[in-house]
């Protein structure tokens, strides 16, 4: 049996471990951290007694790769799924707009639903159908060239147009501003999001804490697959032999018994690893993520989540006791002190919905400073593909050539190519 290593157990490690475990292959996943989901995972909040997020998480029903992961390893029941589009968005004075596709049949039902958006004007709700129905003709060479606003404006998307709808799926989708995001790698997603049948407009949300929506069950999957999994140990370089990773030096040991090895790390601890693994063009520069949860003592929002038009808080999700405030894009705010965001967030929250400082119990601010990287052009063409010049190391991770921006699709993805390589290139020989 063949042996292969996997490095790394976020979305994009136990996604190559589940397919090759699947297949037969004697899988050793090996963490760093002391738990599994890398850039999803819960814990339980002391404070509270509550299991939460370290940042909220939106899959969406395009997301085919996901859902076929989510599928294999019977986490299915471990998601909401909604059955149609339907996003609340709000504006001060707790207004809301709701943005949901109609009973008729796709896509007649998407159209009317943007037709009543009535976030922005009846000419501007033509305006942005017609850009919608434009995806398909837009040539991608020139795509690549633009940034988003650009791409926009180009398009006669108004400011009204971009604040109440493209600025809020554009920030949600690539986590950036539309001045620095790829023209061409929003008009990817759009055409999946849009012109792709009914469900794949649709937001799909964990049930549970990521942990338990997740990980366990993909951990249940590789053990049952006489697969292993190794927390809190790190793998801190390789020795190269003949064009080949010959043993791989850990925290704690040397490993020289396997066949492959998949490396899913972020870049920059690829770097550390193997310092010139990477083209020296790839600059990433990345976006962080503010996730502020706030425990109410009584909570008068009964939508399970809200997008906010033009506010510095892109997102709420109500989880019954608790709210989950993201502000997406959020590196100009870093650097500030607990206290002056919490003051921020309650200040938007206020305006824009029912809540009020006094029905706050306690908070917990959580910064994920490199929460995904910046999908901008530069950068899109440098990305790395799975095979590598070393011919036993492969490369996934949301940042590798998957074409997609940063997201748990791409990582998916990228395990899974990584995975099906790995057992080609055996049959091939075979
Ligand atoms: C707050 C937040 C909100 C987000 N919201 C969304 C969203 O709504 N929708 C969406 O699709 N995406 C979202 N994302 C992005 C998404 O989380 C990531 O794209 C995805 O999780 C990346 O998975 P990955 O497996 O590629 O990388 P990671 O999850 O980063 O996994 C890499 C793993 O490698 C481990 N590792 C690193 N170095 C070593 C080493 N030397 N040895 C062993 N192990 C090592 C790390 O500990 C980690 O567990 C969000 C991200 C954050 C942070």
Not at 317 to 345: C, P, Q, R
Request: hydrophobic share 40%; net charge positive.
């Amino acid at each position: 049996m063949k042996k292969c290593i996997v490095i790394g157990g976020g979305f994009a490690g136990l996604t190559s471990a589940v397919y090759l475990a699947k297949a037969g292959y004697n899988v050793e996943l090996i963490e760093a951290s002391s738990k599994l989901g890398g850039r999803t995972y819960s814990f339980l909040d002391k404070n509270t007694n509550t299991i939460i997020d370290n940042g909220q998480h939106i899959l969406m029903g395009c997301y085919d790769e996901t859902l076929k992961f989510i599928k294999l390893i019977k986490a299915e029941d471990n998601f909401h799924f909604q059955k149609r589009l339907r996003v609340i968005f709000l504006k001060p004075n707790f207004e809301t707009l709701v943005l949901k596709s109609s009973l008729v049949f796709y896509p007649l039902n998407l159209l009317i639903g943007l037709l009543n958006y009535k976030a922005i004007t009846f000419i501007e709700r033509i305006k942005l159908l017609r850009f919608i129905l434009m995806l398909p003709f837009f040539s991608k060479k020139k795509l690549e060239r633009m940034n988003v606003s650009e791409w926009l404006k180009r398009g006669h998307q108004n400011d009204n147009i971009i604040k109440a709808f493209w600025g809020i799926i554009a920030v949600g989708a690539l986590n950036t501003n539309i001045e620095k995001a790829s023209a061409r790698v929003f008009a990817d997603i759009l055409k999946k999001i849009f012109l792709r049948g009914n469900s794949s407009a649709t937001i799909v949300l964990p049930a549970y804490g990521l942990s338990e929506s997740y990980c366990n069950h993909a951990q249940k999957f590789i053990e049952e697959n006489k697969g292993q999994i190794i927390l809190s140990e790190t793998i801190q370089s390789f020795e190269i032999e003949n064009e080949k990773v010959k043993s791989i030096i850990t925290s704690n040991r040397n490993i020289t018994d396997f066949d492959f090895i998949i490396s899913t790390v972020p870049k920059f601890a690829l770097e550390k690893i193997l310092p010139d693994a990477i083209d020296n063009k790839l600059n990433i520069n990345y976006s962080s993520i503010l996730s502020v949860h706030i425990w109410l003592k009584e909570n008068p929002l009964n939508e399970p989540f809200y997008g906010l038009i033009d506010s510095t808080v892109h997102w709420i999700f109500n989880h019954g006791t608790h709210i989950t405030v993201v502000i997406s894009d959020a590196n100009e705010l870093l650097e500030k002190s607990k206290e002056e965001i919490y003051d921020i967030v309650i200040h938007e929250i206020e305006k824009y919905t029912k809540i009020k400082r006094e029905l706050v119990d306690q908070y917990k601010i959580i910064k994920e400073k490199r929460a995904t990287f910046i999908p901008s052009n530069d950068i899109m063409k440098y990305r790395p593909s799975s095979r590598t010049k070393l011919m036993n190391l492969s490369l996934a991770g949301d940042w590798t050539d998957t074409s997609l921006p940063s997201t748990i699709e791409s990582a998916v993805k990228s395990g899974r190519t990584a995975a099906e390589n790995i057992i080609s290139t055996v049959v091939n020989e075979d």
